[in-house]
C-alpha cells in the first residue's frame, strides 16, 4: 500500500507506521516501499525507513503466532510479547545496544520500542526459564520487565 490515506483505511486497527497485522483477518499491510532499495517508508515520514524483508519477516512471525496460538490468546496478548518475540526472530536490532532504549527520538521510535520489548520478552524468558511457546501462552511478563530494564541500562550512577 503506498498511499497515506490507504494504508490507513485499510488498517483501522492498527497505529503501526511500517506494517500491520490484522488481527481478525490475518492479512498483513505495508506501508509505501522502494523495492529498488529494498526499503519500506514511514507514511507520516517522521522515522527513518526500514529494510524490506526485516518488515516482512517481522508481520510474519505474528501471524504465524495468530495461527499458532489462536485469535483470542493473540488478541489477549501485551504489545510486549507479540512485537518482543518477533524482534527477537527478526532480530533487525541486533546492532543497537541495549542503552539505546533510553535514547527518545522520533527517527528510530519503531526500532526503539522494538528493542526494548525484545530485551523484556528476553529477559523474562531466562528468568522464567521456560521456553518461548509457553511463556507467550502464560500470563508471565508485564511491565515491571520494562522497568527493570530501564533501570538497569538507563540509570545514572
Same mark, same amino acid.
Given at each position: ?29 505495508? #506501508? &509505501? ?11 507520516? %515520514?517522521?522515522?527513518?525507513? /526500514?529494510? $524490506? !524483508? ?39 536490532? #541486533? &546492532? ?11 527517527? %528510530?521510535?519503531?526500532?526503539? /520500542?522494538? $528493542? !526494548? ?41
Amino acid at each position: 500500500v503506498g498511499d497515506k490515506t490507504l494504508y490507513s483505511l485499510l488498517t483501522p486497527l492498527c497505529a503501526a507506521p511500517f506494517s500491520c497485522l490484522n488481527p481478525l483477518t490475518g492479512k498483513i499491510f505495508i #506501508s &509505501g516501499t522502494d523495492q529498488e532499495k529494498n526499503l519500506v517508508l514511514d507514511p507520516q %515520514g517522521n522515522e527513518h525507513p /526500514r529494510t $524490506l !524483508e526485516n518488515v516482512i519477516v517481522h508481520e510474519l512471525v505474528k501471524a504465524q503466532l495468530r495461527q499458532k496460538l489462536g485469535l483470542l490468546i493473540y488478541l489477549s496478548m501485551t504489545g510486549m510479547k507479540k512485537e518482543g518475540y518477533a524482534e527477537h526472530i527478526t532480530m533487525e536490532t #541486533s &546492532g543497537m545496544q541495549p542503552s539505546d532504549i533510553c535514547e527518545a527520538t522520533a527517527e %528510530g521510535g519503531t526500532l526503539l /520500542r522494538y $528493542l !526494548e520489548q525484545r530485551l523484556a520478552i528476553e529477559q523474562i524468558q531466562f528468568e522464567a526459564d521456560i521456553p518461548y511457546p509457553a511463556l507467550l501462552r502464560s500470563g508471565k511478563g508485564d511491565d515491571a520487565a520494562a522497568r527493570r530494564l530501564r533501570d538497569k541500562y538507563c540509570s545514572k550512577g
